[in-house]
């Protein structure tokens, strides 16, 4: 027969209860290393406040934004991304890519003309995720680093047509997945290409 004094199971207990702090240290210490990483270099979630992107993007949505995308290429027209707003850079805005570097957006009401090397004459974008246009006129060039970007619910958006461009290196991400409501839950949200 095996028998245990009290003393020996004093010291089973405390090794076991200092194991499992340590188990949970090891783990924490692991989880960070690992969800750090992730949230600063590859993907990072973000709730959309306000109306700006309706019917796109309803605010609450609850959104993944894709960040390494942008490290390997650059962004292309009608991609929605979360940038640092240019004159509050503790802000972060969500809007739709319309005009390219080196392009001339001009908006005559609701019409959107874009004007580059391709397209000397200029072309007029589809725009089937807008549902409330506005009246404009505008006259933009972009320099080698910018982008021209709107909220699909136009008469709701701050947006280029009022601070201007945005800078490329002020670009965060594009939206990759929309997690929340559920129903509405799918991967690229917004994604929307155009044949020029």
């Known amino acids: 027969m095996c028998y245990t004094t009290k003393m020996e199971e004093e010291l089973t207990e405390k090794k076991t209860a200092g194991q499992s702090f340590w188990e949970l240290v090891r783990f924490a210490f ?88 391709e397209h000397k004459d200029g072309f007029r974008l589809d725009q089937p995720f807008v549902k409330n246009i506005t009246s404009n006129n505008i006259h933009y060039e972009l320099k080698s680093d910018e982008y021209f970007v709107m909220g699909d619910n136009r008469p709701a958006s701050s947006d280029s047509r009022y601070w201007g461009a945005v800078k490329r290196k002020l670009i965060i991400g594009k939206a990759l997945l929309r997690l929340l409501p559920i129903n509405n839950m799918n991967i690229l949200p917004g994604d929307y290409k155009q044949t020029e």
């Open 30 to 117: 692991i989880a960070l290393a690992i969800v750090i990483p992730v949230r600063v270099f590859v993907a990072e979630p973000f709730v959309v406040s306000g109306s700006s992107m309706v019917p796109t993007f309803e605010d609450g949505n609850y959104l993944i934004i894709d960040k390494i995308s942008y490290r390997l290429s650059d962004p292309k027209r009608n991609n929605v991304i979360v940038f640092r707003y240019p004159n509050d850079q503790t802000k972060f805005f969500i809007k739709r890519i319309i005009g390219l570097p080196n392009e001339t957006v001009d908006i005559k009401n609701d019409e959107i003309t874009i004007i580059n090397q």
